[in-house]
């Protein structure tokens, strides 16, 4: 047995809190490394100098005005989805089903741009295809919760299938109301007359969904931490015994939280339909209700970080999508760079909880685990 | 009789984030001896035990086992230095028979006839009682205990480790597992006992070392010291022992419990038509073993737990009126105007939110006050702050989350919270459960201030001392039953001890 007094090579503790600058120097950190690793890959795998594939990730989606407004459009609407699915996540419901809310709002946006084209005025439909979408994606998401509240289903394949039927739904009305006929797509709404279109302030398609989550974000923000509603979505997520000891109806919130949330998806939804696309397609959310919850995730639901992974997200996507053209690389390889990063983003989280000390002698005793 | 050294700790030291949990600690453990490590809570027992079975390894310090230096890097590694440790929290698969979980995880073929040989000559020698073939469910909390030692003593453990063996076990048991344990020692074996329970350490151990703030204070010999000073020792001043008992002023009738029955989610009878009555100035203690429907009556009074039958009525001092609490909410019950204040046994599972900070959950209870619907923080952090000064909490302030406080703090926490209720009847469920003396005497002292202001007291304990010492009546409870109402001040403990396990069957206990 001469091994046998060996110590064991690392030991893994935990952490007390960190100050924040020093957790951020770590999250800092964390990128600065991806970034080399992403250089090392590139250099090895493609050849290519690897800042100018940097260079072009930036560029991607700072170049041209255009594409900054892109980058904006996309990052809001990123970033719509996942304040909707923070009031949920917080009550520890995980909301999978942003793709089929948001399929919903747009889809009842759809019906009203072509249902009441003829019936309404453009200022009487506007306020309508608000409220429908809205209401819709309220449904979408309401179902789920009642089943959760009343039978104790689950809820993350409860709102996951649903995503399926809001897609079902809407290939089906895509064929009702196709234009042309045989076409299989809708095209686009109103083409001429702009009925129902959200109205582009200073001639930017764009803006208007900014302000909208700009203002969400700060409500959302508010909600969660300073209103009566937010706390008791905090007490259930935390502890669905604490909140029935004090006398909170756990169903009630369940309920109208998930109410909330597939509102604000509906919302997104319309956003999509009615502010920029003016189309309904089955792939028109572009899988952001599930990016979403990496968003909210690496945020750690905080609506104001929400921004920063919303953005680091959206941005990494673009110059991902753009490298693969300008180096003429496989689509694939942006998805490696994007892996590598997040990987190391989401792994930096076990370094801020846990502290890792390395085999040492005993004579040194003490200080060297600070 | 052989009492050569058999473990030897030297300068041990290990450290959790912030926390010393143990620092330069030297103590050595004898065969043919019992030793009670005693210490308040968070002194550090169980961290060092624990180093010796291989759960933690110490960031320094040596240890040696018969004399050889040793390394245990694991659980296996101290099974084969015969180091075994029975936890406070049994590991056993239910659904298994006593036989089959002590083979569980031994290497070689799988021979069931052989293990029941040698656990029936285990327990021979020793006088333990198992039925080698019965399954886990059907076992009794101590019969579960016994399964774990009889396992750690199958893989030819000689020094055993007991993290607070008694908690869960009635008089008569620990009785029981006092004697088993005398004639391990008297085989030659190690035995260390954790513990905080004076008693216990008087009654059972040969010598008793003494831990503070993860530091080695020192041994005595049991028989040449006496409580105050083990408890000086301990806490590191001196400390009065005595319980107050006020007379109960002017008592009335408050809470009148008649039939109440309830039958939990799996449909078993947890409360048999339960009656009692609490009074106001005065503290009722509930005794029983853990399960006996403690919970359960808590819960059912507080209106958590839905009742099948009987009533639970209030009788309002204000205005006289008898207000029928049955098949109400918390919330119904709040609105009747019965302020009903409960402590719960799970404090971060169900009277507090532990990723909250105090002021957050102060407001637990107030934050629907306020006719907008946005929270108002400044009353919760005044009453925040006003019970970390009275209660004398430590904490870096009113923006730490409850969880990262000690548990005497957080308990500190929820007692304070349900005292600013200024409730009529005060319902306690093992309030002093894991904490320190210190602690535990500040909460008897809250009691004893809220019966002197004419509150209810109703308080569910497990140390049948403390029970005697500190209330007026004790209603004996026994498989959901009531076995009977005791006079605390002219109690006997043996009395109450057949009393928890007398009632609803033929098994009696001893």
Known sequence: MANKLKEPLIHISRRSVLPWYQSWGIRAGAVILSLGVCALVTMLTTGENPFSVFGAIYDASFSTQRR?????????????????????????????????????????????????????????????IVVCSIAAGAIWGMIPALFKAKWGTNETLFTLMMNYIAIQLVSFFIIVWEMPKGAGQIGIINQNTEIGWLPAIGGQKYLLNIIVVAVLTAAMYVYMNYSKQGYEISVVGESVRTARYVGIKVERVIVRTMIISGALCGLTGMLLVSGTDHTLTTTITGGRGFTAVLVAWMAKFNPVW???????????????????????????????????????IIGSEFFINYRISFRHSAKKGETDHV | MNTSVAVEMRNISKRFGTVQANQDVSLDIRRGEILALLGENGSGKTTLMNMLAGIYFPDSG????????????????????????????????????????????????????????????????????????????????????????????????????????????TPQETDKLFAVLRNMRDDGKAIVIITHKLNEVQTLSDKVA????????????????????????????????????????????????????VRNEEGLLKLDHVSFDANSGEILG?????????KELLEAIYGLQGTEEGTVIFHDPETNKAIDLKYKTPMQIRQLGVSLSFVPEDRLGMGLVGSMDITDNMMLRSYRSGPHGFLNRKAPKSMARWIIRELEISTPGTTTPVRRLSGGNVQKVLVGREI??????????????????????????LMNLQKEKGVAVIFVGEDLDVLMELCDRILVLCAGKVSGMVDGRKADKQKIGMMMTRVGGEQDGE
Not at chain 2, 211 to 216: E, F, I, T
Not at chain 2, 286 to 294: H, K, R
Request: hydrophobic content about 45%.
């Open chain 1, 68 to 128: 900054t407004w892109v980058l904006f459009q996309n990052i809001a609407m990123l970033l719509s989805v996942s304040l909707a699915v923070v009031p949920a996540f917080r009550m520890r419901f995980w909301n999978l089903g942003g793709e089929g809310q948001m399929l919903a709002g747009g889809l009842a946006s759809t019906a009203c741009m072509i249902c009441l084209r003829d019936v309404l005025p453009n200022a009487v439909l506007i306020p309508v």
């Open chain 1, 306 to 344: 929400m921004i920063l992974t919303s953005f680091l997200l959206v941005f990494l996507d673009k110059g991902a999508g753009d490298i693969t053209t300008k180096f003429g690389l496989n689509r694939s390889f942006s998805d490696i760079l994007t892996g590598i990063i997040l990987f190391f």
């Open chain 2, 62 to 169: 040596t240890i040696s086992v018969n004399g050889e230096p040793a390394v245990i890097a694991s659980p296996k590694e101290a099974f084969e230095l015969g180091i075994g440790m029975i936890h406070q929290h049994f590991k056993l698969v239910d659904v298994l028979s006593a036989a089959e979980n002590i083979v569980l995880g031994l290497e070689g073929k799988l021979d069931l006839k052989s293990a029941v040989k040698k656990i029936r000559e285990i327990c021979d020698a020793y006088g333990f009682d198992v039925n080698p073939s019965q399954k886990i469910y059907d076992m009794s909390v101590s019969q579960k205990q016994t399964v774990e030692i009889v396992k750690v003593l199958y893989r030819g453990a000689d020094i055993l480790i007991l993290d607070e063996p008694t908690a869960v076990l």
């Open chain 2, 210 to 261: 003494v831990l503070r703030g993860g530091r080695y204070i020192g041994t005595l010999i049991t028989k040449d010291t006496n409580a105050q000073e083990m408890t000086d020792m301990m806490v590191g001043r001196a400390v009065s022992l005595n319980i107050d008992r006020p007379d109960p002023v002017d008592p009335q009738l408050r809470l009148e419990i008649r039939d109440l029955t």
């Open chain 2, 286 to 294: 509930i005794a029983g073993i853990s399960g006996a429907g403690q």
């Open chain 2, 420 to 445: 600013a209720q200024t409730p009529k009847v005060l319902m306690m469920a093992y309030p002093v459960r894991g904490l320190d003396i210190n602690s535990s005497y500040t909460i008897y002292q």
